[in-house]
C-alpha cells in the first residue's frame, strides 16, 4: 500500500485504520530522521529541503482526514450511531499526530496557534 494511494473516502473502519497505522509509522520515523537532524537550530536555519518533506507528512494527514469525513458524518446518523465511538477515537488519534507531525521541526513562538481548534 502506498500513501500517495490514500482512496478520496474510506469505506470502512478497517481501511481508515490501517492507513491510519501506516501514516503513523512514517511519521515517527520522520520525526526521528528530521526531528533528530534539526531539533536545536532556529526556524529560520532549517533547510528548505527539510520543510517541504514534512509539508508532505501534513498533507497525507489532511488527505487522510478528508477520506476519513464520510465515515465520521456516516455516524451520525442513526442506522450507524454505534460506529460514533469509533470515528471519535481515530479523529482523536489523527489530531494528535497532525499536530506532532507539524511540530516535528523547531516550532516557532507561535506554532500551537494554528491548532486551536484542534485543542
Known amino acids: 500500500m502506498a500513501l500517495h494511494e490514500i482512496p478520496p473516502a474510506f469505506n470502512d473502519f478497517t481501511k481508515a485504520k490501517v492507513f491510519r ?3 503513523l509509522l512514517w511519521a515517527l520515523r520522520m ?3 528530521i526531528g533528530s537532524r534539526y531539533r536545536y537550530l532556529p526556524p529560520y536555519d532549517i533547510p528548505q529541503a ?3 518533506e514534512l509539508a ?3 498533507k497525507l494527514y489532511q488527505d487522510w482526514y478528508e477520506a476519513f469525513t464520510s465515515l465520521f ?5 442513526p442506522e450507524y ?3 460514533l465511538l469509533t470515528t471519535r477515537m481515530l ?3 489523527q489530531s494528535i499526530t497532525r499536530i506532532f507531525v507539524s511540530l ?3 516550532p516557532e513562538e507561535i506554532a500551537f496557534d494554528q491548532h486551536l481548534n484542534n485543542f
Not at 458524518?73 to 446518523?77: I, N
Open 81 to 83: 450511531r454505534g460506529d
Open 73 to 77: 458524518e456516516r455516524a451520525h446518523t
Open 50 to 52: 527539510a520543510k517541504e
Open 91 to 93: 479523529e482523536v488519534h
Open 56 to 58: 508532505v507528512y501534513v
Open 104 to 106: 516535528t521541526l523547531p
Open 21 to 23: 497505522d501506516v501514516l
Open 31 to 33: 520525526n526521528h530522521n
